[in-house]
């Protein structure tokens, strides 16, 4: 397994991309800082040193599916939040699709992006460093001088132990372990879909990964969408 550390770089998912042909199943590119790192829905993704900021490779043995890749997300929002409370103990939880939230506060935000049967997964976790005034309403920090190295490595493997569960049909008890970490679970909460609001109770995220939203008494399944939480 190869393991490429930069200590700057613009962004460790470009980075794989563009060297896809030469790395193999988990291998892993890090940065201790990025000058253009990204986050979802296009959005800039602050990259200070003390993140853990990290891309592995993932090579499926065959091609996945529309519906097993929007599992992946979740597999990897699971398998962090494992690893993580496994290093430091606390109040972990997981907001669909891909967040991974500690004390109701971002911890660490995830993008998974295909190229051809390939996946680049990428990950951002504020491990050591200290969370600027303007934003500690909404993100949080481990707080943590546990190496980052070592700590990524950790995610890694945990990543390719759930992977391994999926691959031979456990995905139903994956699913069982995810819903009870939902953060989203009973809140009242908007769904934001492009230009289209919708707002409702989220409940439990099914089978096929997709989360329910009670709308007037009435379940909906919703894919995709930002969530926000309503403030009473
Ligand atoms: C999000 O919550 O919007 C996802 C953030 C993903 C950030 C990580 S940091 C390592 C990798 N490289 C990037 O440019 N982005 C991901």
């Known amino acids: 397994m190869k393991f490429l550390k930069f200590d700057e770089i613009d962004s460790t998912n470009n980075y794989m991309k563009e060297n896809i042909p030469s790395f193999e199943n988990y291998d892993i590119v890090s940065a201790k800082i990025q000058t253009s790192g990204r986050g979802r829905r296009g959005n800039v993704w602050l990259s200070p040193e003390g993140m853990a900021l990290f891309s592995f490779l993932l090579k499926p043995e065959k091609t996945l599916s529309i519906i097993e890749a929007t599992k992946l997300p979740l597999l990897a929002g699971i398998s962090t939040l494992v690893a993580l409370k496994k290093i430091k103990d606390g ?53 943590s001088d546990y190496d980052i190295d070592k700590l990524i490595l950790k995610v890694v493997e945990e990543f390719s132990l759930y992977y391994k569960r999926f691959s031979e049909g456990k995905w139903q008890e994956i699913i069982e372990e995810i819903n009870s970490y939902n953060f989203l679970k009973n809140k009242k909460i908007r769904v934001h879909i492009g230009d289209k609001v919708f707002q409702g109770i989220a409940r439990n995220i099914v089978e096929d990964g997709r989360i329910e939203i009670e709308m007037d008494g009435e379940i909906k399944l919703f894919s995709v969408g930002e969530i926000k939480i309503e403030k009473d």
């Open 91 to 143: 109040a972990y939880s997981f907001k669909w699709t891909n967040d991974v939230f500690l004390n109701s506060k971002k911890l660490c935000g995830i993008l998974i992006e295909r190229v051809k049967d390939d996946f680049v997964v990428g990950i951002g976790i504020n491990v050591a460093n200290k969370i600027p005034e303007d934003i500690k309403n909404i993100a949080i920090s481990m707080e």
